[in-house]
């Protein structure tokens, strides 16, 4: 059973690859679009963990003087891509910082930011609850005075009257 060459269904062969010219040319001087972005652009070079530098085993929560450069100025962990750990140390970094903040050895956001939230937003996240308002003084209830006003004098006090009935009595006769 021979099968015909000319066949619809099959595709004519391909001709053998050969490489444009000077294709080469862009990956050597570090152009092309290698990490999706337009020609030219490099790709950054990657950071490298320094706890695997300094054959950190175990990141101490003591050590707050290494820690605190993994908190941004807002008092938020930065993220791996940021500081450059590896995985392995970025959850250990994590649980360290935690740890700190637990200890109060680390702020759990910063000063500035605290000044900016409303006492409401700041009762909520668990601060100091918001200052009362002032109230004015206790007054018994016959002393009431508008809030709009000048202050009245107080009304004089009046005895009350004697009762007198409706319908005199009879006199009895005599």
């Keep these: 059973m021979a099968q015909e060459s000319s066949s619809p269904d099959r595709a004519a062969p391909r001709a053998p690859y050969r490489p444009r010219e000077g294709g080469d040319r862009d990956r050597d001087r570090g152009g092309g679009r290698s990490f999706g972005g337009p020609p030219g652009m490099r790709r950054p070079r990657r950071k490298v963990c320094t706890f695997c530098v300094d ?5 101490d929560y003591k050590d707050v003087g290494r820690i ?3 908190i941004s100025d807002r008092g938020k962990i930065d993220p791996r891509r940021k500081s450059g750990t590896c995985a392995k140390h ?3 970094l994590t649980t360290a910082l935690k740890r700190a903040r637990l200890m109060a050895m680390l702020p759990y956001t910063a000063d500035h930011v605290r000044g900016l939230m409303s006492p409401q937003a700041r009762a909520m996240a668990g601060g100091p609850p918001p200052p009362k308002p002032e109230r004015p003084p206790f007054r018994p209830a016959g002393e009431f005075r508008p809030a709009g006003g000048p202050p009245r004098p107080p009304a004089p006090v009046q005895a009350p009257a004697a009762v007198t009935p409706a319908v005199a009595p009879a006199e009895p006769p005599s």
């Design 68 to 70: 605190r450069r993994y």
């Design 90 to 92: 970025q959850r250990m």
């Design 55 to 59: 054959k950190v085993q175990r990141i």
